[in-house]
């Protein structure tokens, strides 16, 4: 077969593909998470995988933690355009298994192709293992030694508890010990008294980079009306050590590498494994597990679970650790949040129901997501859950509206998505009458953006810290990518685009949700002045329909499925 030379690709992560061919490829990634899906499962079958195996990062299909979802969508790719005489003459890689890979790709196609390498990495393989071991032992010192310096003891639960996973940093708290609870506001307001009575929250604590930060959290969940229990309060240094050593062991149970397209793809699959060598994700995730160990021999009793649920290697540890533990309690996965299906791992796979790692119940915020928590797993129980952290939304005045001259950007955490966002606004000169305004990911200071995006410095941007709900009623269009905030734009009535990945498959967060004339998928300005001249104002929604209220009948019968 032969090919015309066309397209010379940047393969490693996190670069752009370009446009004319990604736009080629539209259609590729529809298929793509249910091949990925049946490829970990195959991978698990081989390996006879069983408990804490599960918390090996390949298994987990989070597109996050660990290249291979990036790495063997790239593989596609390229099958595709070689099966499709879509020339590409050469490659940049980021590591030998990619390398391999294509390689053997080439030659079953009989065809050419320069195959480069360019590390990111510039570290050995053993340096990252012994950076993650010194990580997990600074992780273990602190967590081990602060809260046995503190004064007062953990308190000990004397009644059945309600464990509330959830997630809290320092700035969480208040000097009194306020709490700001970013996940399920609302909820214990809302419950009835025989569930207050019985919550705990049992939160993942995250950015905790000294051990002062370690001590403001401990001292001021003691204060708080909410009770809190503290994962490192209980755990013993015999735990701490189990974990370290586990961390480093568990990899290696994965040995029978299967192929991916026909093709030999274990120097990718091995790459994984020994970057996860007492990862912190792998390291913390079995502290978890050894905790809910300690509350049962500590005589602490569970009644019911609701697990903040990503299907992350972290909810994994919490559902295996309740079910051997407290067996027969019932574990409601909460899913409080509308992302795009790029995040495979938040539908459940059959072979991870029968594992264990599954909650008995996902709890989704709208109707129209119970179909896409059932992809791979069709009998999986998914229930109607209280959109908490989308108050806003459900009390948001839709018959407000005023003059629409306002273009909204909001921004994600990704900087070549946010600069091709500012671009391709930066290029539309004709369109005077509008107001860009741009809300920056929480993450990223204005000064960082300014510094990485120059045109964002452009006098026609205009900075804001304000609810992006404040301009919802004068917004023409809002412009982001894979996020929440697209949903809660079109469910005010404002017209969103959506700028499509150049670096992989596509993301779009409302694909299933809203019919395609609430929104466009773009990729420059181009895209963007053909979508301002055309009118799409009036969009009329229901929001009854598509989201789930807050009251308490709602999280009455969200909670009553546990018990």
């Not at 991916?260 to 079995?286: A, N």
């Not at 273009?407 to 009458?433: K, M, Q, W």
């Not at 799409?536 to 909670?559: A, H, Q, W, Y």
Request: charged share 25%; proline share 4%.
């Amino acid at each position: 077969m032969s090919a015309s030379v066309e397209y010379t690709l940047d393969l490693r992560y996190g670069t752009e593909l370009p446009v004319g061919l990604v736009k080629q490829i539209a259609g590729l990634g529809i298929d793509f998470d249910r091949d990925y899906t049946d490829y970990v499962g195959r991978l698990s079958q081989d390996n006879m995988l069983e408990e804490l195996d599960w918390l090996i990062n390949v298994t987990s299909r989070d597109p996050y933690h660990t290249r291979l979802f990036d790495n063997f969508y790239k593989l596609k790719i390229l099958d595709y355009c070689f099966s499709n005489d879509i020339g590409v003459n050469a490659v940049t890689v980021d590591n030998d298994g990619m390398q391999k890979a294509i390689s053997e790709l080439c030659n079953r196609y009989n065809l050419r192709c320069n195959i480069q390498i360019k590390k990111a990495w510039k570290k050995s393989a053993a340096f990252r293992v012994l950076y993650n071991i010194k990580t997990a032992i600074y992780i273990s010192t602190i967590s081990f030694v602060v809260p046995r310096l503190l004064s007062k003891k953990k308190t000990h639960p004397d009644k059945p508890i309600m464990y509330v996973d959830t997630f809290v940093k320092a700035l969480d708290f208040d000097e009194e010990g306020g709490f700001i609870d970013r996940y399920y506001d609302g909820m214990a307001k809302n419950m009835s008294s025989k569930f207050q009575a019985d919550i705990c929250y049992v939160p993942v604590l995250c950015a905790i980079k000294t051990p002062m930060d370690l001590k403001w959290i401990i001292e001021k969940s003691r204060k708080s009306d909410i009770r809190f229990l503290i994962m490192e309060e209980w755990l013993r240094m015999y735990d701490y050590l189990y974990a370290l050593i586990a961390s480093c062991f568990l990899p290696t149970n994965i040995n029978k590498i299967p192929h991916w397209l026909g093709v030999d793809v274990s120097s990718i699959v091995k790459k994984e494994l020994y970057k996860d060598i007492c990862s912190p994700t792998l390291f913390r995730s079995i502290l978890v597990y050894r905790f809910i160990l300690r509350l049962k021999k500590s005589g602490v009793l569970v009644k019911q679970v609701v697990d903040w649920n990503e299907n992350q290697i972290i909810d994994r540890s919490l559902n295996l650790a309740i079910r051997k533990y407290y067996p027969g309690v019932k574990i409601v996965g909460y899913q409080g949040y509308v992302v795009s299906d790029y995040y495979v791992s938040h539908s459940p796979a059959d072979y991870e129901v029968t594992s264990g790692t599954i909650p008995d119940y996902i709890g989704v915020i709208s109707p129209k997501l119970i179909g896409r928590k059932r992809k791979f797993s069709p009998e999986q129980k998914v229930v109607l859950a209280p959109a908490f952290r989308m108050k806003e939304l459900l009390s948001y005045d839709r018959q407000k509206k005023e003059e629409n001259n306002v273009v909204l950007l909001a921004l994600p955490t990704h900087v070549n998505v946010c600069e091709r966002i500012v671009n391709a606004c930066f290029g539309l000169d004709d369109y005077s009458n509008l107001k860009f305004i741009i809300k920056q990911h929480p993450t990223i200071t204005k000064e960082m953006l300014c510094s990485l995006i120059p045109h964002a410095s452009d006098p026609k941007f205009e900075f804001t810290e304000e609810s992006l709900y404040s301009f919802f009623p004068r917004a023409k269009l809002l412009i982001s990518s894979d996020s929440s905030v697209c949903f809660e734009a079109i469910a005010c009535g404002v017209h969103v685009v959506i700028m499509d990945s150049l670096s992989g498959i596509s993301s779009n967060p409302v694909l299933g949700i809203f019919d395609n004339s609430y929104w466009d998928i773009c990729y420059d300005s181009e895209c963007l002045k053909t979508i301002l001249d055309n009118e799409r104002n009036g969009l009329e929604v229901n929001i009854d329909e598509i989201l789930t209220p807050v009251t308490k009948k709602s999280v009455e019968i969200f909670l009553e499925c546990t018990t």
